[in-house]
């Protein structure tokens, strides 16, 4: 069965960058669209970033011009660069892809971001 780590989280300053990755290890043919989630305490898991296998995405309005999600099919890995971050962006970050083999969304186990100073 596929499943989503993910890696990069950690403390920031604002205005710094980090650059979060999601491996889907045990997908023998890949996963379909893929997106980054977060929840800040208290608040809803809401979406950030996504895109499609052939590389079309979307932006939360939040992160547009900030974060970049990108993927590579080849070697099952999905990234979201995030730039000029905010307190605001404080958040566990998951990584969800289709699963086409189950039909059904993967969720990884989530990677804190905290932007303080």
């Known amino acids: 069965q596929v499943r989503l780590v993910e890696s990069g989280g950690g403390l920031v300053q604002p205005g710094g960058s980090l650059r979060l990755s999601c491996a889907a290890l045990?997908?023998?043919?890949?996963?379909?669209?893929m997106s980054w989630y977060r929840q800040a305490p208290g608040k809803q898991r809401d979406l950030v970033a996504a895109?499609?296998?052939?590389?079309?995405?979307n932006y939360a309005d939040s992160v547009k011009g900030r974060f970049t999600i990108s993927r590579d099919n080849a070697k099952n890995t999905m990234n979201l660069q995030m730039n000029s971050l905010k307190p605001e962006d404080t958040a566990v970050y998951y990584c969800?892809?289709?699963?086409?083999?189950?039909?059904?969304?993967?969720w990884g186990q989530g990677t804190q971001v905290t932007v303080s100073s």
């Open positions: 045990g997908s023998a043919f890949g996963l379909g669209s």
């Open positions: 969800k892809g289709w699963d086409y083999t189950r039909n059904i969304d993967v």
């Open positions: 895109i499609t296998r052939g590389g079309n995405t």
